[in-house]
């Protein structure tokens, strides 16, 4: 039978549901060693079982002495005192001896004699003494109930007196992985095959919100499988399951049904983007949610209902536990169902005084963007989106200091700006880069708008036949910038391995089908020229409409079969197997305004640049060429 959502379900509301059918209460405790204590959570307060220090101790090596008999002692008239009466040696720790209530620092003490001392300045009482319960008091209150537990807590718990914590038990959270499509990690997917990593993903939020996880076997698209894997699970008694896909409403979505037939369904269908066909529900006193199938829908679903449900048992507060928070400005234009919160995954950057926030790709199976993510805002439901330099709130997936030495880097796509991100994070640690292609034209437009700190561009003029100059002129008027050569590439066209069609130059491509660059990029600009000095008219060549952000995205169209032929840099073909037709190098830049040469990052890059190191392994890869890179092209 086909499922149907029944309703669009806010998202404050399918929480209350979710939270009315799982009864939240704080779990009970468990006792456990110190040792095992660390990240758990307080299930009682923690009183001092004696004081810390339990005695008077010495807080310095020297003498312990009675204060009194040292009044008197100057520099030009020294004391004596006799050794075992008067003053008697100590090191730091030892508890102090009878009759004596001050320490005389070994420094500030000459032996005269044997059995004798002299000072030459008084002490106080309890100078240089640390008293007993200076740090705790028995029965003093040394942590509170619902605390998590950090590395200092551990000494202070010790301290005094503790050798084992009551903790909140663990929350337990059973998981199934549904889908008669999905294999485990360790085997290789054949077509129309898919890797099941939803589980790990999953399993790792519930750990790191300190939770257990079990997850079962993969249970295929059959109901009455499905059925019985829920039902073995509920008889190990968790504290939640989550039934991973399943929760949509295709014919092979069992789990809607399954539950309001065993228990009770509270919600299918929840007003947020991506993770709408969420599916709560409760069988018996088991809270079950339905986990949509795609990996930023499952994520999320994580973040929105899985995580504070474990906190609340764990008697944490899920608003203190949720990630710190900032506001960015975004780069260009989202809009949004108006009906759903819409949550888009950023990357953040400061650029001069703005903090910008550059959405990633929003389809609910790039699991990419959840990688490269520094942040999650929200657009709010009936705002139907906001505009480029509107201002978004962003929850933090990373702290601000990382956030602050990222470098942007936009435009051109080249994939060994991924060696280049390595090498910084590597050779400076807490640098961070991230890229995005926009073409060429698009980075040196992002750089005007102050969107970026660096643009990847190889423009070529036609007239000139020199790279990038006029383009800079053109679209960065008035701003001095550096223009410095990152290497030499080869371009040429991605076929199949043989080369069945037969591709061999800028004239085949009229017969066959073809896969293009986006507007703007440096590798359509070397297309379109290349067309017009053969005569060959664009709307000949099938295909040529058909756009993509990346030569790794041409590449892929070819190694589908999408298409026969698409046109980018050596490293493309060799990532996907293809057969490569060179037809010339060209020289790729990286373009840097003036005004952010300061930022330490960027100059790290430039760095970068006349390393030998990168050079060598910048050199190694197939199809570029480091003759000039790290060359000045252009100082304005």
Known sequence: MRDIYLEDIPLDEARARLLNAANPQPLPGESVPLSEALGRVTAEPIFAAISSPHYHSSAMDGYAVQAQATTGATETRPLRLALGTQAQPVNTGDPLPAGTNAVIMIEDVQQVADDAIEIRAPVVPYQHVRLMGEDMVATELVLPANHRIRPVDLGAMAGCGHAQASVRRRPRVIIIPTGSELIAPTERPAPGQIVEYNSLMLRAQVIESGGAADV????????????????????????LLLVLSGSSAGSRDFTASIVRELGELLV?????RPGHPVIIGAIG???????PGYPVSAALTGELFVQPLLARWL???????????????????????????DFVRVTLARVGERLLAAPLNRGAGVITSLVRADGLALILRFSEGVDAGQAVEVRLYHSLRTIERTVAVVGSHDPM???LAQFLAVRYPGDRLTSAGVGSVGGLVALRRQEAHIAGSHLLDTETGEYNFSYVAKYLPGIAVRLITFAHREQGFY?????????HNFGDLPRVRFVNRQRGAGTRVLLDYELGQRGIAPESIAGYEREENTHLAVAAAVASGMADCGMGVRSGALALGLEFVAIGWERYDLVIPHAHLDHPGVQHVIALLDDA???????????????????IQLDT
């Open 216 to 239: 079962t076997a993969i249970v295929p698209d059959d109901r009455d499988r499905l059925r019985t894997a829920i039902q073995a699970a509920l008889a190990e008694q968790p504290d």
């Open 268 to 272: 299918h269908g929840v007003a947020v």
């Open 285 to 291: 006193s088991v809270p079950l949610i339905g986990v």
């Open 315 to 341: 008697g944490l507060d899920a608003t203190v536990e949720d990630q710190p928070r900032t506001q960015a400005i975004t780069t260009r234009k989202l809009t949004s169902p108006t009906g759903d919160d």
């Open 417 to 419: 700006i991924d060696l």
């Open 495 to 503: 076929v199949q391995p043989g080369n069945p069609h037969g591709v």
């Open 613 to 631: 190191e990168f050079r060598a392994a910048l050199g190694a890869q197939p199809g570029y060429d480091t003759r000039e890179t790290g060359t």
